[in-house]
């Protein structure tokens, strides 16, 4: 079992910045690759941002690419997403998630085992 707790989020101005974190707790954090995921209101939950267990790979979606950089530190067993220029668009509760580092897809919602309970993000116009 790993725990999560997003934290971080908040009320921010287009063009600002908000650096979210996650903290786990549980199993052996470095077995699992982690993933944020977003779900704005009235729309499903899509994906954000992943990294492998080393910190050495990582994946955007397009919408995020440029703007937001994931990372992790495995001695912490934290998981970062720093989030700049943000648009009124990137509004939604965040997710960070863990799937076991040997299966599934980063980008996959289904793949990921665990999941923190959420962190409100509200870039205003």
């Known amino acids: 079992q790993v725990q999560l707790v997003e934290s971080g989020g908040g009320l921010v101005q287009a063009g600002g910045s908000l650096r979210l974190s996650c903290a786990a707790s549980?199993?052996?954090?470095?077995?699992?690759?982690m993933g944020w995921f977003r779900q704005a209101p009235g729309k499903e939950r899509e994906f954000v941002a992943a990294?492998?267990?080393?910190?050495?790979?990582?994946y955007y979606a397009d919408s995020v690419k440029g703007r937001f950089t994931i990372s992790r530190d495995n001695a912490k067993n934290e998981v970062y997403l720093q989030m700049n220029s943000l648009k009124p668009e990137d509004t939604a509760v965040y997710y960070c998630?863990?799937?076991?580092?040997?299966?599934?897809?980063?980008?996959?919602?289904?793949?990921?085992?665990?999941w923190g309970q959420g962190t409100q993000v509200t870039v205003s116009s």
């Open positions: 549980g199993r052996t954090f470095s077995n699992y690759a």
């Open positions: 990294i492998n267990r080393s910190g050495g790979s990582t």
């Open positions: 998630a863990a799937r076991p580092y040997y299966r599934g897809n980063y980008y996959r919602e289904r793949d990921y085992d665990y």
